[in-house]
C-alpha cells in the first residue's frame, strides 16, 4: 500500500527544517540545493512542494509570523496594563536574538518586496498586516470595554501598525534603540488616549 503525504504538512517541515538556515544566511544567500541538504531531502524533492525559492522563503516567513503570532496572543491573555500590552507587542522583535535575525529577514524580505513588485509577495504582506492588525485592535477594544481609553483610540489601530512598520526600518537606518523608541512613543500615545480617571 503506498504511503499517503499530506502536502501541507510536508511543505510545513521542509520549511521548519530550513528557517534556521535562512536565519543564518538570509534570503538572498539561500538555494534550493541548501535547503534541501538543509531538510534531508532531494532537489527533486524541493519542487515536488514549491514552485521556486521565493515559495519555500513565503513558509518559512509564514513559520516566523506564526510564532511571533502565538506569542502576541498570549500577551493578549496577560494579566498587565494595557499600556504594558502595547508596548511589548510593539517591542517583541527587539526582545532577544532570535527575534532580532528574525527581524533581519524581515527587513530582506520588506526591501525585496518593496522593489520587485511581485504580486504574490504584496498579496502575503497584506495579510500579515491583517493579522496584526487584528491583535493590536483586540488589545484596544478590551481597553475601551473595561474603560481605560478613549473610544477614538480604535480608530488609531492601523496607525500603531505603521508605526511598528517604520520602527522595523528606522532601528536599521538611523541605528536607534528601538525598545526605548517604543516606550516614549507608547507614553505619548497614552497621554492622548488614557482616560484621565484611569492610573
Known amino acids: 500500500m503506498p504511503i499517503v503525504v499530506n502536502k501541507e504538512e510536508k511543505r510545513r517541515s521542509i520549511a521548519l527544517a530550513s528557517k534556521s538556515l535562512l536565519l543564518e544566511h538570509g534570503i538572498k544567500n539561500i538555494t534550493?540545493?541548501?535547503?534541501?541538504?538543509?531538510?534531508?531531502?532531494?532537489?527533486?524533492?524541493i519542487y515536488e512542494y514549491f514552485s521556486n525559492k521565493e515559495d519555500?522563503?513565503?513558509?518559512?516567513?509564514?513559520?516566523?509570523?506564526?510564532?511571533h503570532e502565538k506569542r502576541l496572543y498570549e500577551l493578549i491573555d496577560e494579566d498587565i496594563s494595557t499600556k504594558e500590552k502595547i508596548k511589548r507587542s510593539l517591542s517583541?522583535?527587539?526582545s532577544d536574538p532570535y527575534y532580532e535575525k528574525q527581524l533581519s529577514i524581515y527587513r530582506e524580505f520588506l526591501a525585496i518586496s518593496l522593489t520587485s513588485n511581485v504580486d504574490e509577495m504584496i498579496e502575503f504582506s497584506r495579510a500579515c498586516r491583517e493579522k496584526f492588525l487584528t491583535i493590536l485592535a483586540q488589545i484596544i477594544d478590551d481597553a475601551v470595554i473595561k474603560g481605560e481609553i478613549k473610544t477614538e483610540a480604535k480608530d488609531l489601530v492601523g496607525m500603531l501598525h505603521t508605526y511598528s512598520i517604520g520602527m522595523v526600518v528606522e532601528s536599521?537606518?538611523?541605528?536607534?534603540?528601538?525598545k526605548m523608541h517604543i516606550d516614549q512613543f507608547v507614553e505619548a500615545f497614552f497621554t492622548l488616549i488614557q482616560k484621565k480617571d484611569i492610573r
Not at 519555500?56 to 510564532?67: D, K, Q, R
Not at 536599521?172 to 528601538?178: E, H, L, T
Open 32 to 45: 534550493i540545493s541548501k535547503i534541501a541538504e538543509c531538510a534531508g531531502v532531494g532537489k527533486g524533492t
Open 56 to 67: 519555500i522563503v513565503f513558509e518559512i516567513i509564514s513559520v516566523f509570523i506564526s510564532e
Open 92 to 94: 517583541l522583535l527587539y
Open 172 to 178: 536599521k537606518v538611523d541605528c536607534i534603540d528601538a
